[in-house]
């Protein structure tokens, strides 16, 4: 007779459920990995949710629980469009999606819709962020909506692995639009780059000189430019700063040849211009899948993750080894010193570890 037969019938009980022993002492019981993989492919909310909980944790047994979902889920992955919102702080970035997803739930009955914001300039879940899921309330309600509010990068990769993680599992749920909203400092537009399909960027009228203060580096990467806040007193400033806008936009090189990036003029707060955003990236979406972009960009972003993800654990399983952590330190502090560059500090390291 089994151990866990036998438990049963000394409890009394014919037919206890079936305990993983690897849950054993939680408070409740957790689904298994493959029931919460099963229910997040049928596209149950409170599983993806619990789903992007686990792959965000940074404890070794969640990792590996992790992993498994991910490699089912990962193949499982359905198309979705995965559009980056970036823009300063206070741009309307929120508001924006809460009034584009209420647009778009009018317009196709059958869509779901994912909305994941991110801070990857921070390791750490910001306040802002998670002000936004009782702001998105007129959304959040709907059942084709799913909000997660931020993402903590606590993990190897950061915020911005995890975030493309959540994405992937968002697509194994079968939502059609996916909107990440990043907060745009530093290096966010670049992190967006690899984990969406488009980059829409909102700006707001302003002066001349507010408008150059776009860096130049956002003007080649943003697919479509939203001028938001266009009503009250901007009003009057907003075809003008459109027009510089564009004048500008024709001078940067873009990173895709054949298509100019379109700037519209929106009022996130007063719900207007959501058709245009709408017909741009409509025609960006169908532009993109014909040249093959959609997919080549696909695969850019796999060979990323690959390729950073071998680097981030040789480093930490490398400095596991004393030996070699304790050359690491001597060089690092040689290079912090500014006696050695950075780049032949790393060459000779490498070099060791390879002799
Ligand atoms: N007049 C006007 N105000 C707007 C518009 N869109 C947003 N706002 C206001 O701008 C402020 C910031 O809006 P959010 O949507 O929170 O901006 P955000 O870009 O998401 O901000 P962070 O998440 O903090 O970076 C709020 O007070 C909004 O009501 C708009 O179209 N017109
Ligand atoms: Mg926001």
């Not at 302003?206 to 009503?231: P, S």
């Amino acid at each position: 007779m089994s151990k866990k037969s036998a438990l049963n019938i000394a409890k009394g009980v014919e037919e206890a459920p079936f305990i993983n022993p690897k849950w054993k002492g939680a408070k409740r019981r957790e689904p298994e990995i493959s029931e919460l993989t099963q229910k997040v492919i049928e596209g149950d909310m409170a599983a993806l949710s619990t789903a992007i909980t686990l792959i965000e944790s940074t404890s070794e047994k969640d990792e590996s629980d992790s992993r498994e979902l991910l490699n089912t889920i990962i193949p499982n992955a359905k198309n979705a469009f995965v559009i980056g919102v970036s823009g300063v702080p206070g741009v309307g970035k929120s508001t924006f999606l809460e009034s584009y997803c209420s647009f778009l739930l009018e317009l196709d009955p059958e869509s779901k819709l994912a909305i994941l914001a991110v801070d990857p300039s921070s390791e750490l879940s910001k306040g802002s962020i998670l002000g936004d899921k009782t702001r998105m309330e007129s959304i959040g309600k709907s059942d084709r909506v799913f909000i997660r509010p931020s993402a903590s990068g606590g993990k190897l990769g950061g915020v911005a692995r995890s975030t493309y993680e959540a994405v992937a599992l968002c697509e194994a749920a079968g939502f059609d639009f996916i909107f990440v909203e990043t907060v745009g400092v530093g290096q966010s537009e670049t992190v967006v780059s690899k984990l969406t399909d488009c980059f829409l960027f909102l700006a707001m009228p302003g002066t001349g000189d507010e408008l150059q203060g776009i860096k130049k580096g956002i003007m080649e990467m943003a697919d479509i430019i939203a001028l938001n806040k266009c009503d009250g007193p901007r009003e009057k400033q907003a075809n003008h700063s459109a027009l510089e806008l564009r004048n500008a936009l024709q001078l940067v090189s873009r990173h895709r040849d054949s298509w100019q990036t379109p700037v519209v003029q929106i009022s996130a707060l007063e719900s207007k211009g959501m058709e245009a955003v709408w017909t741009e990236l409509d025609k960006y979406y169908r532009h993109s899948m014909l040249n093959g972009w959609l997919e080549n960009n696909r695969q850019e972003q796999r060979e990323y993750w690959f390729k950073e993800n071998v680097g981030a654990l040789l480093f930490t399983s490398l400095t596991k080894n004393q030996d070699w952590k304790k050359q690491q330190l001597d060089l690092l502090e040689k290079v912090t010193e500014g006696i050695l560059s950075p780049f032949e500090a790393s060459r000779i390291l490498v070099e060791k570890l390879l002799a």
